[in-house]
């Protein structure tokens, strides 16, 4: 088995008192084009290794790309709806590095010249406060391909026994959107990071330009952090010069952008208080251990060559398509979430929990459905984000649906079964044994209403409990919780609880 090093960290308090976190993010979003950046091959995820790919996308000899039109009116979109500047003359460039997946040995990006420049992205924190984030820049270019290394214990390439390469996702249009560096934020750094990510996953949910799937590596975050000595004041503080970055990669999911970003903190923290430097490097991030190791030593731009692209004409759209353009965009999500907090009559805090939780959408779709949304609310935030925490996922990539989630509600709302019940359905739902209704059927599930079956058990917890039965008989009414309790216990949980109640008291009164 691979071990993976670990450096020496920081208690994260102290590393904070000590240190003024800098941290920069680098979100990577794959849009969902039918076809690739510049060429028809299909952007489907999932196919068979190597089956969507054409001598464009492979770099092959005299092949020449043609720049995707859907794919720039995304950029365009985006690029509005963060408040960018869309640029009226911007051109592609060619980004030279060498990677197995990168068949081209250059990635075709836009350096000097991207269509979107100077926006911001306002976001809300656990505690209801805001943080603006301002955005450098947002610009086109195509991913590359992906690298499987296979026989070691991490599924990197150090341990591993070969490499094989798929092809499928080279070429597929990409938007790069970079921050410029967060100040200010001091020890809510990572909790800002997170709440950036989420908000800006919410915007491009909402432009309908990407699916967003982090598990799928549809949205990829890099974050660059550094630290500087922590100043007097914050005016002192803004004179101080940033330290030396690193740079960790592919991070793809919002609890573990957070927890990066915060052990980069701590690591750095403890290397610099023991006299060390850092070392200006990509790193990646080990979601098991919970740390980052060392990957290879970061380039500067000068080291990729950049040149404009020869073979790609300039991007240059014009006023009336750019104002034609933003007459399209959604409504923007934090209105929407109000709107949807009014008509739902749900608090402040119940509200922030849900968008915490990523369930705004869920529960939207859950109530479309037919389900209350205090219900929808109940399930999207309590049993099953609770699942998709423990399991450490995403929780819209948690295997049930909104109508699923509805159709559960319904039968708890119905009496068919009870929220006890529910949990065993929502079980067999997980575990792919069918809808709802169908668990119910097949594992027996409904609550058990008949007064024959209902009365026997009631008796029996009578004769068992002679105790408990005095002390209702001499009015202790508060008693009989025992005695349904012992009944729903021998019924597995099945018993109408309430009609129980009822018997108990019946006999006993």
């Known amino acids: 088995m691979t071990t993976i090093a670990s450096d020496e960290v920081l208690a994260y308090d102290e590393a904070v008192q000590r240190f003024d976190p800098v941290l920069g993010l680098e979100v990577h979003v794959e849009l969902s084009t039918r076809t690739k950046m510049f060429c028809g091959c299909s952007t489907v995820f999932g196919a068979e290794p190597n089956t969507q790919v054409c001598p464009v996308c492979l770099g092959l000899p005299g092949a020449l790309p043609v720049v995707n039109a859907a794919a720039v009116e995304s950029a365009i979109r985006i690029g509005l709806a963060l408040g960018c500047t869309i640029t009226p003359w911007g051109r592609f460039a060619r980004k030279n590095y060498f990677y197995p997946d990168m068949p081209k040995n250059f990635q075709t990006s836009?350096?000097?010249?991207?269509?979107?420049?100077?926006?911001?992205?306002?976001?809300?924190?656990?505690?209801?406060?805001?943080?603006?984030?301002?955005?450098?820049?947002?610009?086109?270019?195509?991913?590359?391909?992906?690298?499987?290394?296979?026989?070691?214990?991490?599924?990197?390439?150090?341990?591993?026994?070969?490499?094989?390469?798929?092809?499928?996702?080279?070429?597929?249009?990409?938007?790069?959107?970079?921050?410029?560096?967060?100040?200010?934020?001091?020890?809510?750094?990572?909790?800002?990071?997170?709440?950036?990510?989420?908000?800006?996953?919410?915007?491009?949910?909402?432009?309908?330009?990407?699916?967003?799937?982090?598990?799928?590596?549809?949205?990829?975050?890099?974050?660059?952090?550094?630290?500087?000595?922590?100043?007097?004041?914050?005016?002192?503080?803004?004179?101080?010069?940033?330290?030396?970055?690193?740079?960790?990669?592919?991070?793809?999911?919002?609890?573990?952008?957070?927890?990066?970003?915060?052990?980069?903190?701590?690591?750095?923290?403890?290397?610099?208080?023991?006299?060390?430097?850092?070392?200006?490097?990509?790193?990646?991030?080990?979601?098991?251990?919970?740390?980052?190791?060392?990957?290879?030593?970061?380039?500067?731009?000068?080291?990729?060559?950049?040149?404009?692209?020869?073979?790609?004409?300039?991007?240059?759209?014009?006023?009336?398509?750019?104002?034609?353009?933003?007459?399209?965009?959604?409504e923007a999500p934090p209105l929407r979430r109000r709107r949807l907090q009014d008509a739902w009559g749900f608090s402040d805090l119940e509200m922030r929990d849900l968008v915490n939780a990523g369930a705004t959408e869920l529960v939207e779709q859950t109530v479309a459905a037919g389900a209350s949304p205090a219900a929808a609310r109940k399930w999207w935030s309590g049993e099953l984000s609770r699942r998709a925490n423990a399991e450490g996922r995403e929780l819209a990539s948690v295997p049930v649906t909104p109508e699923q989630v509805a159709q559960l509600a319904g039968l708890v709302e119905s009496g068919r079964i009870n929220d006890t019940i529910a949990r065993q359905v929502l079980d067999g739902v997980l575990a792919g044994e069918g809808s709802p209704e169908e668990v119910v059927t097949a594992r027996g599930l409904e609550v058990v209403s008949d007064d024959g079956a209902l009365g026997a058990a009631v008796d029996r917890a009578i004769e068992a409990n002679p105790d408990v039965a005095q002390k209702i008989r001499d009015g202790k009414v508060a008693a009989a919780g025992a005695l349904i309790g012992a009944v729903m216990k021998e019924m597995r949980g099945q018993a109408d609880a309430a009609r129980v109640r009822e018997l108990v008291l019946e006999r006993l009164s």
């Open 110 to 330: 836009q350096y000097d010249e991207p269509i979107a420049v100077d926006g911001h992205l306002d976001v809300v924190l656990d505690d209801g406060s805001s943080y603006r984030v301002d955005i450098e820049r947002a610009h086109m270019e195509e991913d590359t391909g992906k690298s499987l290394h296979v026989g070691g214990a991490t599924g990197r390439i150090h341990g591993a026994d070969h490499s094989l390469v798929d092809y499928n996702r080279a070429g597929i249009p990409l938007i790069e959107i970079v921050t410029r560096p967060f100040e200010g934020a001091g020890d809510r750094t990572p909790e800002v990071a997170r709440a950036y990510v989420a908000a800006l996953r919410d915007l491009l949910r909402a432009l309908g330009v990407s699916d967003v799937r982090m598990e799928q590596g549809s949205l990829r975050c890099d974050a660059n952090v550094s630290l500087r000595p922590r100043a007097a004041t914050p005016q002192e503080q803004a004179q101080v010069p940033f330290g030396t970055r690193t740079e960790t990669k592919n991070v793809n999911s919002l609890r573990s952008v957070e927890r990066a970003v915060r052990y980069e903190i701590c690591r750095q923290a403890a290397r610099l208080s023991a006299g060390g430097s850092i070392v200006q490097e990509t790193r990646h991030w080990q979601e098991g251990a919970g740390l980052t190791t060392s990957g290879r030593p970061k380039s500067d731009a000068d080291d990729y060559r950049y040149f404009p692209e020869p073979d790609l004409v300039p991007v240059a759209p014009d006023a009336a398509e750019v104002e034609r353009l933003r007459a399209t965009l959604p």
